[in-house]
């Protein structure tokens, strides 16, 4: 975790400081009843277990309280954050809903107002102390820390199905230029060389290319503006983001990530490029990792850990607001930590789980946690706000259907400028 570090002391010394302030006394819950409605988009295989098992905690701790799933279908939560955007103008907020940590929650929830500060409850449960510190940055502002991280999960993963590898004679690609020659060879060979869904699974697909061309450094900076969005390196990035696209199934926009994973499973696509919510996928397939399905950096990114953080919040005018902290007081906790990450296929945010609980893949991705590089998932709203995501996903649905590089590049560097961060 090497990135991120300064700002971190830098807000943490807020927080030190908002600390000292009187604060009123912490609610968790333990007196609430009623219902609790929980909003997210888990419904895939893992996803939806992962939530299931908090569930089972939390109704063990607070069996006043009646958990309500209010999960809308759609991966990375395209329908759902839409449905979320109506109940939220209606005045009508779920109890919690499930945002990311980033700019999707600062820039995006608390711009809007939508979020009530959790110090309180930090205060209450010691959180400070067992959430790393790269992430505590990413969800506060002006000393005040507004969600609860439940997870790290990871966006760069390249997930393969060994067997076709081993019988197309394919190593795994480290390299664009590696993944592009073994793609011939898998094409040639009748195998789709990766699998990808519909539109925001090639956002995803994107955003690593971005790094993996660019590297963690000059990656960081288009978000801040010190990397040129009209510059060589994005150019060459689009190319091979073309080139990618070219190895792709043809029925891609009418497949979930998960159908698209399942090609995978199936041999019938050597490759996908998915979070590693694609492991609590194969987990719930009894499927076994290493020998069913295999995973790698995607090429060009070894060393960084291109991350993402689900966290649950606590909306102003909130229902049962009391419930609302039950439920969030179960998502920054050891035991609920615990029960969801091993089947949802994300490490736990907290620094204390017990890695013994975990998968190989899983304990993997812990390693790899604390010593990559870090960086910041564009689809999975760490890195710029839904403003600025909406216009890049607009330029990117344009460049999906015409293959215009150029015209693609210039939209990228409006939506930067448009959003703010490169004037
Ligand atoms: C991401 C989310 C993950 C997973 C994935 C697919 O945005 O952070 O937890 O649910 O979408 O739905």
């Known amino acids: 975790m090497k990135s991120l570090k300064l700002i971190s002391v830098i807000v943490l010394a807020g927080l030190l400081l908002a600390a000292c302030a009187p604060a009123a006394a912490p609610a968790t ?47 990375a939560g395209t329908n759902a954050r839409a449905v979320l955007a109506t109940r939220l103008s209606a005045g009508d907020p ?32 010691g959180w400070i102390a067992v959430m790393p510190e790269t992430l505590i940055p990413l969800i506060s502002q002006d000393g005040n820390i507004y969600s609860v991280p439940v997870n790290i999960h990871r966006a760069n993963v390249m997930w393969f199905n060994p067997a076709v590898l081993e019988a197309n004679g394919v190593a795994v ?32 697909l994107f955003e690593t290319v971005l790094l993996g061309t660019l590297g963690a450094d000059a990656y ?8 040129d969005w009209a510059g060589a390196d994005v150019t060459t ?13 043809s029925d891609s926009s009418t497949l979930s990530w998960d159908q698209a994973a399942q090609l995978v499973v199936d041999g019938d696509a050597a490759f996908t490029i998915m979070g590693d919510w694609a492991d609590g996928y194969f987990v719930s397939l009894d499927l076994e990792a290493g020998t069913d399905y295999g995973w790698a950096p995607t090429p060009g990114t070894d060393g ?18 009391a419930g609302a902290e039950a439920w969030l007081t179960v998502a920054g906790s050891k035991a609920g930590q615990e029960a969801f990450n091993p089947v949802k296929g994300s490490i736990c945010a907290r620094t204390d789980c017990d890695a013994a609980l975990f998968g190989p893949y899983l304990q993997s991705a812990m390693e790899d946690w604390s010593t990559d590089t870090v960086a910041g998932s564009l689809t999975h709203g760490v890195v710029a706000n839904d403003a600025w995501k909406a216009e890049i996903d607009t330029a990117l649905g344009l460049f999906l259907a015409d293959g215009d590089v150029a015209a693609f590049q210039s939209a990228l560097a409006t939506a930067c400028s448009s959003s703010g961060a490169c004037q």
Not at 176 to 200: R, S
């Open 173 to 204: 690609p480290t390299t664009w230029d590696e993944f592009f020659a073994a793609a011939d060879t898998l094409q040639a060979a009748g195998v789709t060389p990766l699998a990808m869904g519909e539109q925001w699974t090639s956002m995803h």
């Open 237 to 249: 990035a689009i190319g091979n983001f073309q080139t990618v696209l070219g190895f792709t199934n």
């Open 29 to 75: 819950g333990g007196e609430a009843s009623g219902e609790v409605e929980i909003f997210s988009w888990w419904t895939a295989g893992g996803e939806a277990d992962g939530l299931a098992a908090m569930q089972v905690v939390f109704e063990q701790q607070y069996p006043n309280l009646t958990f309500v799933n209010a999960a809308v279908a759609g991966g």
């Open 304 to 321: 960084i850990f291109q991350f993402l953080s689900d966290s649950f919040v606590l909306p102003v005018d909130a229902k049962n607001p």
């Open 94 to 125: 779920p109890s919690s809903w499930q945002g990311h940590a980033g700019q999707e929650l600062i820039g995006t929830y608390v711009a809007a107002g939508q979020l009530q500060p959790l110090n309180n409850l930090y205060d209450a449960n």
């Open 220 to 227: 960081a900076g288009l978000w801040d503006g010190s990397t």
